[in-house]
């Protein structure tokens, strides 16, 4: 399941001029600033494959990268702006939805969640549509190394919070697991996760 090679294929401006081969992909999604270009670094093991930023809303457009040649990691523009009023909202483009809706090649959805903050009812909304829809989809915490970094934040907490909230939502609760981009916690994980369901 490991990662031997990475190429950058193309950025998208819309879903009808993704990549046409019908290789099977994951779709890295999350609030902005939450780690989802840094936790594709972190698969890859290379700092520069993906551009990160301090400066939320860095990804405009859906990027494809072709790993060892035979399947896709897709980095997607974050939802919900961290400082603005619209992080309370889940205000997808036409353009993030016809992706998810259209995208036969699509195995999973990797939704990542902050551990270092308390549960964002955007995250949950964002779960919730793409049970509605069907669209299989796996929980990964990011920054989970901030465990007891900071102060009065305790991620254990706020990841059992989260957890007990999916539970109630779901009768079959999606898989989870715990990432940091900075330690590399859950990057095998990660990987032979994504490897088995590429194989189901
Ligand atoms: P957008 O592209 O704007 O949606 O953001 P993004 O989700 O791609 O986030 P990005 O990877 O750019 O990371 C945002 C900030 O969080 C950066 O300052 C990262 O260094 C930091 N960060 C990301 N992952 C981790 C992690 O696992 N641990 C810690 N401590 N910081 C992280
Ligand atoms: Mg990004």
Same mark, same amino acid.
Request: hydrophobic share 35%; glycine share 4%; aromatic share 8%.
């Given at each position: 399941?490991?990662?031997?090679?990475?190429?950058?294929?193309?950025?998208?401006?819309? =879903?009808?001029?993704? =990549?046409?081969?019908?290789?099977?992909?994951?779709?890295?999604?999350?609030?902005?600033?939450?780690?989802?270009?840094?936790?594709?670094?972190?698969?890859?093991?290379?700092? $520069?494959?993906?551009?990160?930023?301090?400066?939320?809303?860095?990804?405009?457009?859906?990027?494809?990268?072709?790993?060892?040649?035979?399947?896709?990691?897709?980095?997607?523009?974050?939802?919900?702006?961290?400082?603005?009023?619209?992080?309370?909202?889940?205000?997808?483009?036409?353009?993030?939805?016809?992706?998810?809706?259209?995208?036969?090649?699509?195995?999973?959805?990797? &939704?990542?969640?902050?551990?270092? /903050? =308390?549960?964002?009812?955007?995250?949950?909304?964002?779960?919730?549509?793409?049970?509605?829809?069907? /669209?299989?989809?796996?929980?990964?915490?990011?920054?989970?190394?901030?465990?007891?970094?900071?102060?009065?934040?305790?991620?254990?907490?706020?990841?059992?919070?989260?957890?007990?909230?999916?539970? $109630?939502?779901?009768?079959?609760?999606?898989?989870?697991?715990?990432?940091?981009?900075?330690?590399? &916690?859950?990057?095998?994980?990660? &990987?032979?996760?994504?490897?088995?369901?590429?194989?189901?």
């Amino acid at each position: 399941s490991q990662i031997k090679q990475v190429e950058f294929v193309k950025s998208s401006a819309k =879903p009808k001029d993704c =990549p046409k081969d019908a290789l099977p992909e994951f779709a890295i999604l999350g609030r902005s600033n939450v780690g989802k270009s840094s936790l594709i670094n972190a698969l890859v093991r290379k700092k $520069e494959v993906v551009l990160t930023s301090k400066k939320p809303g860095k990804t405009q457009l859906i990027n494809h990268f072709l790993v060892n040649k035979n399947w896709y990691i897709v980095d997607l523009p974050g939802y919900g702006f961290a400082n603005a009023p619209e992080s309370t909202r889940m205000d997808w483009s036409s353009f993030t939805k016809g992706y998810f809706l259209n995208r036969e090649t699509l195995v999973a959805v990797l &939704l990542l969640v902050d551990a270092s /903050i =308390p549960p964002r009812k955007i995250d949950l909304d964002c779960a919730n549509w793409l049970g509605r829809n069907n /669209i299989p989809m796996t929980f990964v915490f990011t920054k989970c190394d901030k465990m007891k970094a900071s102060k009065g934040i305790r991620p254990d907490e706020n990841i059992k919070n989260f957890q007990e909230i999916i539970r $109630e939502n779901y009768r079959e609760p999606p898989p989870w697991i715990m990432t940091s981009s900075v330690t590399g &916690l859950g990057r095998d994980e990660l &990987l032979l996760h994504m490897s088995q369901l590429r194989n189901y």
